[in-house]
């Protein structure tokens, strides 16, 4: 092995690289070499790979066949250390980067590219001035690393740098393996649950009954797709309503909420996943959606265009393993909870997280007379800032028993409503107050927030217009912030795990799906089995790395299957 090497992808496919001493400068001479490819593959004992971004040169690397065990993603690294110097928002180019430490004018971020099914690499395309020499890029690594000793906790900033490094690896051999999926049966489900398509690509026949009769319940012509007009009609009707989410519908009485709601749920799957999307994503049996590590401000992960991170349970039928081969779909167990244990260091809450049964059924005989939901209700209020009405009370009883885990979520609170900035466990950082990103993840409840497909009764969804000046709606964010956040930095070192322990064993076995707490293996069926421990063993592994010696499991509730709708 010989350490670290740093690499750059020049226009017309070569490359300079270096290796790399402890203190990120060079330690011989750089080298140019006419193919990428080569260069890379011609060193197979590189423990690290220094690069600038990720998303740019892997995806030409995977394509020549050629896989690396580490990198160092600098565009990645920018990003978080930028937030940690309470830079939110900057701009986080290598080039952005290097024109900082000489004081220079900082060019802005290229546009960000829309999402082309198919589409190759963009690495040779132009960059809008973003070149920069490659004695830059060291310059930037080198000063990446002072920075990260200079964070709060060094040690624990360089492992999620490394984390994010490794999740955008595992995001790009995603994109190339892609999710098995079944054409046929996606154009039978949606035959089936939307009905024939008309000529002329008109709406479906279910869709257009349904339409008819939101029109007739209103005794006039109306288009359910257009919330303004579904509102007039209701006020003509003498009802007022202020929104046409399904929560403010059902309160109503009027013959046109059910087939309005009916509607709503079928123009969202004709829309978000019908045979358009079928059309431009899915080729050759394959959903390839370009994944977006770190996409939003929590870490979450999010997809440049296709909805991966949301499709719904009825299409799920269409995502089929290959012949011979298995799907092992892992979701991990009340993992916010648990990562909520772990990083507030609460004895009880650590003993009632260290068993691998329902957390929820242990907290209740533990704090609530066996009363299961009011369990959930009250750890999942401390988490999202539900302290109103009976979550008051289930909060004073939570509090009561596990005192440190409620005050380390109040003490975020109490900072975001300061205008202070809060961390993840290991450093990630809250956008400042007047931060764009607190648009994302509020920590609001389900029945304030707009439908959208994928959202499960009682969750916790985005809001738009959040008000960044509302001290009680930020504290609700930085309270759900370093839980959640927390939460992505444990599953990316659970991907990393993952990655390199399906990797030693030599099998064939594939990651081809990741949306916060799941994973989906695609492996022959002889390799589930050992699948299946390695995704256990990867969860044990990455809560040790992140959090360090707790009694604290993440255990998974797994499942081996042909096909993912036979999951759940």
Known sequence: MTGRWALDAREGGGAQLVPLGPDGLPAGPVLTEPDLVEAVRSRPGVLRWVWRSTAAVYPVLLAAGVRVERCYDIECAELLLLGHEGRFGEPRSAAAAWARLRDAPVPPDPPPRSAEPGAQSALFEPQSGQ??????????????????GR????????????????????????NRAGLPWRADVHREVLDEVLGERYAGGGEPRKLAEAAKEVSAAFGRRVRPELPADVVKAFAQAGIRVRSTRRWELERLGHPAVEPLIRYKKLYRLWTAHGWGWLSDWVRGGRFRPEYQPGGAVSGRWTTNGGGALQIPKVIRRAVVADEGWRLVVADADQMEPRVLAAISRDPGLMEVAGHEGDLYTALSDRAFHGDRDHAKLALLGAVYGQTSGDGLKNLAALRRRFPRAVAYVDDAAKAGEEGRLVRTWLGRTSPPAAGAGEQEEAGIPQESAPDAPG???????????????????????????????????????LLAALRQALAAGRMRAELVFFQHDEVIVHCPAGEAAAVVEAIRAAGELAGRTAFGDTPVRFPFTTAVVERYSDAK
């Open 455 to 493: 959202e499960g009764a009682g969750g916790y969804g985005y809001v738009p217009g959040y008000a960044s000046s509302d001290a009680r709606a930020r504290g609700r964010f930085t309270r759900n912030f370093v839980v959640q956040g927390s939460a992505a930095d444990w599953a990316l070192l």
């Open 131 to 148: 070149d920069l020499p490659f004695e830059a890029l060291l310059e930037v690594y080198a000063g990446q690393l002072r920075r990260h």
């Open 151 to 174: 964070t709060e906790h060094p040690d624990r900033m360089r492992l999620l740098t490394a984390a994010e490094s490794a999740g955008a690896l595992v995001a790009a051999e995603m």
